[in-house]
């Protein structure tokens, strides 16, 4: 499966770390989400009940990141691909989640992971 639907440099405010200091306030966390889901019906019939409508995916990671908190990306990046991976048509979510400049020397920390549905 080729197809992929992204939200790519999704940049919010997060809870998240283990020391007491690293969580005394949000920090901006940066995700990239791709959905590896057939597009070819949607392509065809060009109606929004084809396909696997980002939008909600979108409003569904903003809700979970503002109302949540995590001590490991980990943790985070697991959450957030449950959510791509609701719909059923979602073959395969592929979730990447980064801090900005966390480590000293380094642009950005992250973790990537790839989840299939079941």
Do not use: W
């Amino acid at each position: 499966m080729q197809d992929t639907i992204f939200i790519t440099d999704l940049t919010l405010p997060c809870t998240i770390g283990v020391p007491d200091l690293e969580r005394a306030t949000k920090q901006q966390v940066v995700i990239n989400v791709a959905l590896f889901v057939d597009l070819s019906k949607p392509g065809k019939t060009d109606q929004l009940s084809d396909t696997v409508n980002y939008g909600k995916v979108y409003s569904d990671i903003v809700d979970l990141v503002s109302n949540s908190e995590f001590s490991l990306m980990e943790a985070l990046a697991q959450a957030i691909a449950a959510i791509c991976l609701k719909d059923k048509r979602v073959e395969q979510a592929k979730v990447r989640v980064e801090k900005a400049r966390y480590l000293k020397l380094a642009q950005s920390n992250g973790v990537e992971i790839i989840r299939k549905n079941e």
